[in-house]
């Protein structure tokens, strides 16, 4: 019963492939977030939505592109995967006061 | 420049002992500050918000503007406090939308 839902878990992929990660949620928020998680780094902002026709990016959007296909779907592409893309990637959504996470996806580029 | 900074990347204690988690940071405005954890393979969930000046698993967080801290506190540490301990800021009502720390791993030992 998981309120944010995140595919695929783990996935490894080749340089230069594209690669999509999809979340959903079921909390009913407009608003939508994906950040990427490095060792010493914290999480970082990679892009976020605010409704379905309000898309912005973040800290750390190079590289990366996304789309909004409803309230409830909020999907994070990478055109064309490089070794410093693996990382650790969630998907989180938010009431405004709150975030609420996925249990996030493993992402290795070799 | 926004920033939040936890200086310490690993904080181990022996059960029973006090434990102060740091957060330091820079904004210009008025920030809401938040502590988020991340157990063993569990996702990332909210601990305390500054605004609330709650108590959650015995830990509290004051903010002190004077000095820019938001320290995380607990009296006597537990066993199950063991985690990773996230510090982030946002701007009012922008709750999803965090700049996090590095992260402090606690680690709490019998």
């Known amino acids: 019963d998981a309120d944010v839902t995140q595919t695929p878990r783990n996935r490894i992929t080749k340089t230069g492939k594209r690669i999509m990660l999809e979340c959903s949620q079921t909390k009913g928020h407009d608003r939508m977030y994906w950040y990427r998680q490095d060792p010493g780094l914290g999480l970082r902002l990679i892009y976020y939505s605010f409704d379905v026709k309000d898309i912005n990016k973040g800290e750390i959007s190079d590289g990366y592109s996304v789309s909004r296909q409803a309230q409830a779907k909020f999907s994070l592409s990478l055109e064309s995967a490089i070794p410093n893309q693996t990382a650790l990637y969630f998907c989180?959504?938010?009431?405004?006061?709150?975030?609420?996470f996925g249990q996030g996806t493993r992402l290795t580029v070799v | 420049a926004q920033r939040v900074t936890q200086p310490e990347k690993l904080l181990s204690v022996f059960k029973g002992a006090p434990v102060e988690l740091k957060c330091n940071y820079s904004?210009?405005?008025?920030?809401?500050l938040f502590w988020y954890v991340q157990y063993s393979r569990q996702r990332l969930q909210l601990l305390l918000r500054?605004?609330s000046r709650e108590s959650i698993k015995g830990f509290t967080a004051d903010l002190n503007k004077g000095e820019t801290s938001f320290h995380l506190k607990k009296p006597f540490a537990q066993e199950e406090d063991s985690a990773m301990y996230y510090c982030a800021l946002s701007r009012y009502n922008q709750g999803g939308k965090l700049i996090f720390g590095q992260g402090t791993e606690l680690s709490v030992k019998p």
């Open positions: 500054h605004i």
């Open positions: 989180a959504t938010s009431d405004g006061f709150e975030a609420f």
């Open positions: 904004y210009s405005g008025s920030p809401e």
